[in-house]
Each structure stands twice: as C-alpha cells, then as structure tokens.
C-alpha cells in the first residue's frame, strides 16, 4: 500500500509542477470555411501577420471586438500588411447561426467553424474572446483575452512591431 501511495504522489507532483504548455506556433488542426469544407488552419493563414480571435455567437464581447476590427481594418492595412481569422468555437448546433452571423455583419474577413473545437483545445483556449497574434512564419506573438472598447489599439501596435514600425 505504501508503494502505491509513493507512486501515486510522484504522479500527482509530476503533473502539479510540470507547467502546461502553451501553444506558441499555429496548430495543424482542420475546420470548417465559411462554405462548409474541411481546410488546414495552417492554409488559411499562410505568408502574412495575422490576428486569430476565438468567438461564439452569444458572445456579445466577442462581437463587439470583432466589429471594432472589421471598422479598423481598412485603415490598419495602410499602415501594416495582415489578416484577420475569426474562429467561431460554437458547435454544430450552431454553427449555422455563426455562418449567418458571419455574412450578416459582413465582415472583410476570413471566418473558420472549429465545431469540433479541436482548434480550441491545441489553443489552450478557455473564455472567449481569445485573441492571438502571429507573425508571418505563424509564431505566436501575443495572446489576450476579454474585450473592452478601444482594446483593438494595443492589436495595432503588436503589428506594427511584428512589421519593424
């Protein structure tokens, strides 16, 4: 019995002081387009900085950031060369809503289904919204999470820095 106990308490010490790592590069996990097909998150966000927010739609955070983005976006690509993903988390149940939610905002860019939340989980996510910032190699070089109004600036200047200005 006290064997087993020996045993088990290195079990539990091993996983108590082996920190959990964190994702650091974009994983090889498949989701969903907008028109319903499998693709490779990897060929979604190829060549470029990118901004990766992880949403739901009764996430009213999550939106808000999202269309503060969408406003931005325009102008921040005068400044610095990158992409936006949104990574709806919501299951099949209603990844529906998400789509119509997508096309209905009308959002100027790419939107991924990660029904399955595969993506999620090699993410680490927890609580959305969850905001990454990688570089042009898919790095990551930032992580944030929650949302309040005027937040999105600190994106900006996490880009500007990727891209040296």
Not at 75 to 84: M, R
Not at 132 to 149: C, E, L, Q, R
Request: charged share 25%; with cysteine.
């Amino acid at each position: 019995m006290k064997k087993y106990l020996s045993i088990l308490l290195g079990i539990l010490l091993f996983f108590i002081y082996v920190p959990v790592q964190a994702q650091t590069e974009v994983p090889d996990v498949k989701v969903k387009n907008l028109n319903g097909e499998l693709v490779s998150i990897r060929e979604v966000v190829q060549g470029k900085p990118f901004i990766m927010s992880f949403w739901g739609v009764t996430c009213k955070p999550c939106l808000m950031e999202l269309n503060a983005l969408n406003d931005q976006m325009e102008e921040w690509l005068e400044e610095v060369d990158f992409d936006i993903v949104a990574v709806s988390i919501d299951d099949s149940r209603f990844s529906s809503r998400a789509r119509s939610m997508v096309q209905g905002y009308d959002w100027q860019f790419q939107a991924v289904f990660d029904e399955n939340q595969d993506l999620k989980r090699a993410m680490n996510v927890s609580f959305t919204p969850q905001t990454y910032i990688f570089d042009a190699a898919g790095k990551m070089v930032y992580s944030h999470s929650g949302y309040t109004p005027g937040s999105e600036q600190e994106l900006l200047e996490q880009l500007k820095k990727i891209a040296g200005k």
